[in-house]
């Protein structure tokens, strides 16, 4: 029985698999980048935007990674 019948049912190769994962993330970082300068630009204070920032960097570095496991785990 096929853990993911989704996969069996998409029957895509794992490299069009890879190009659409790293396709989420391109939009991920272009949304970050964004979030972050708005930060910089329209925030009150410096020293908040920077916290904000170091907080946002690092839950965002162990999800993506998170996902990056599970993806590689799931294809392979």
């Keep these: 029985m096929n853990e993911f019948p989704i996969l069996s049912l998409i029957a895509l190769d794992t490299d069009i698999l890879w ?9 991920f970082l272009f949304y970050s980048i964004f979030l972050v300068y708005h930060w910089f630009r329209f925030g ?3 020293l908040v935007s920077l916290i ?7 839950a965002s570095a162990a999800i993506l990674l998170t ?3 599970s993806f590689a785990s799931l294809i392979s």
Aim: no cysteine; net charge neutral.
């Design 19 to 27: 190009y659409i994962f790293l396709g989420v993330i391109l939009v």
């Design 44 to 46: 009150m204070n410096v």
């Design 67 to 69: 996902m990056l496991l």
């Design 52 to 58: 904000a920032t170091v907080v946002y960097a690092g």
